[in-house]
């Protein structure tokens, strides 16, 4: 559901349709034109067995915050926006502690959105960055 004017309405449908991102335990903080705002708390649920945070957990956040940016700007010839390509580099182990990830568009290439998020820990500490190009379809 791209984004239509009502906040409120947006937030609610998002965070009540993003089932997988909610099964993470990635939890919405803002939204604006500009970035998105999301944060999670490391839960050793997720560990590998190597005893840190399943990279695929943090994935799984990360990405929900980029779906929740991408339809929030989303052009209005659109109706929704999926992912093409995704690219993530993990910069550090994480065993606990509360992770923020700040979503941004980087650019636009006509359909092609490049979508840029950073997550850090506690400490401000990088831990990852998420690098995907969101493919908008038309209505």
């Known amino acids: ?6 906040l409120k309405a947006y ?16 939890q919405f903080v803002s939204i604006d034109s ?24 943090l994935y799984g956040v990360m990405d929900s915050s980029q779906g929740m940016f991408i339809h929030f700007i989303l052009d209005d010839a659109f109706k929704a926006a999926a992912t093409g390509t995704a690219t993530i580099k993990y910069l550090a182990p994480l065993t606990s502690g509360r992770v923020k990830i700040r979503t941004f ?11 840029n998020s950073v997550a850090t820990d506690a400490a401000g500490k990088e831990v990852a960055t ?6 908008a379809m038309g209505k």
């Open 1 to 6: 559901m791209p984004y239509t004017g009502d």
């Open 11 to 26: 937030i609610e449908h998002f965070v009540n349709k993003d089932k997988f991102g909610a099964l993470m335990g990635g």
């Open 34 to 57: 500009s970035e998105c705002i999301f944060q999670y708390e490391v839960n050793p649920q997720h560990f590998n067995p190597n005893g840190i945070l399943h990279g695929g957990a």
């Open 105 to 115: 568009l980087k650019e636009r290439q006509g359909r092609k959105y490049f979508i």
């Open 130 to 135: 998420l690098e995907e190009i969101w493919i």
